[in-house]
């Protein structure tokens, strides 16, 4: 009854023309509009840059990649825009942005920390934290508060995998990373990632299966399958010979 | 990528070497055609019509293509060889399998 009185009269209301704003909305300082368009400018450059390499023959190709524009200035004026809104919108856009922008991993690094201070309770941060890489303490750090404090079960599966990942193989801190991706494929296996071409679970038991059984140095595990044609068969049928597994496809 | 393969294949014909594919295409009727146009001698696993295939899911591979390479023992030796490095490589593991067979070490 509520709904259908309220709409009754915002139709009931007579056309004003445009509305203006007033001043007090306008504050706080709304940085989302400054931030694209910091992203759409290099955007552009880096697109122009693309075209250029598909035009190119392989002689100038090489020498365009050595040119390849690097998102430092840009990434610099996200951040200065970032510090004056933290915790807006805006915010969280560059801060994603900088996290897959050409440039040095520190940036990236610096931007995962923010993310965890500010925008802990976004469920955007369950593809921004697939991005994380490297073992350093702001990445360790960021993702142990993402994991711990999201409220969001995809966004703590997905923290604890990329912790797992960055850490599994790390001679300080493997036995942890090797603990993370157990938990992710425990307590969060069934969860899709990837656009739903994977889920928590494959990608953390893949990353567990090749770090205690694809090293250099271990006996090679069997696969059991059919050709192409169908055929059943085993690598271990091949044992005695050298094996070149290849995994192809004619793409 | 296949013609270094079918040197390779040629190379090491009637010695103790194989290439074991595993094929992640999505069509098998059009890989099939395509193994006849580029003479692909090797035999490979199907794995399911899919990047996101069983094997290479189980083997957490994220690109393509990806090599191992295994001593007639069956212990991993190198991961990720390519060109030159893999020759060099395949040089010193061939003999030491057909060492083997000699010794019948196996």
Not at chain 1, 33 to 48: C, L, P, R, S, W
Not at chain 2, 74 to 83: A, F
Request: aromatic letters at 6%; a negative charge; one cysteine or more.
């Amino acid at each position: 009854m509520m709904i259908t009185l309220s709409l009754l009269l915002l139709t009931g209301t007579p056309a004003l023309g445009p509305i203006p704003v007033p001043s007090a909305l306008v504050q706080p300082l709304d940085i989302s509009e400054a931030v694209q368009t910091t992203i759409a400018e290099f955007d552009k450059t880096y697109q122009a840059w693309v075209t250029k390499i598909q035009a190119a023959n392989p002689e100038e190709r090489k020498a365009l990649f050595e040119v390849r524009p690097t998102a430092d200035d840009a990434v610099k004026e996200l951040f200065a825009l970032v510090g004056t809104e933290p915790a807006s919108d805006g915010a969280l856009a560059g801060l994603a942005w900088i996290m897959r922008a050409p440039s040095p991993p520190e940036n990236a690094e610096q931007a995962l920390g923010l993310l965890a201070k500010h925008h802990v309770d976004s469920e955007d941060l369950a593809d921004i934290v697939m991005r994380a890489g490297g073992t350093s303490e702001t990445v360790i750090t960021a993702l142990t508060t993402i994991a711990e404090k999201s409220p969001h079960r995809k966004v703590k599966g997905c923290a604890t995998l990329s912790l797992g990942k960055a850490l599994m193989g790390d001679p300080v801190h493997g036995k942890r990373g090797e603990a993370l991706l157990e938990k992710a494929a425990k307590e969060y296996g069934d969860i899709k990632i990837h656009g739903g071409r994977s889920t928590i679970g494959k990608v953390a038991t893949g990353q567990l299966f090749e770090s205690r059984r694809l090293q250099i140095g271990m006996t090679v595990p069997d696969i059991e399958g059919e050709d192409i044609d169908g055929v059943e068969f085993k690598l271990s049928d091949y044992r005695g010979k050298v094996i070149m597994i290849d995994f192809w496809g004619d793409w | 990528m296949y013609p270094h393969e079918r040197s390779l294949v040629s190379e090491y014909a009637s010695r103790p070497f194989a290439i074991i594919g595993i094929n992640s295409d999505k069509d098998r009727d059009t890989i099939k055609e395509r193994i006849v146009e580029e003479s692909i001698t090797w035999r490979s696993f199907w794995n399911g019509g899919s990047t996101s295939g069983p094997i290479s899911t189980a083997w957490n591979v994220r690109g393509w293509p990806t090599l191992y390479l295994i001593d007639h023992e069956g212990v991993i030796r190198h991961k990720g060889l390519r060109g030159e490095a893999l020759e060099e490589a395949l040089k010193e593991l061939v003999p030491q399998a057909e060492a083997a067979l000699k010794t019948g070490d196996r």
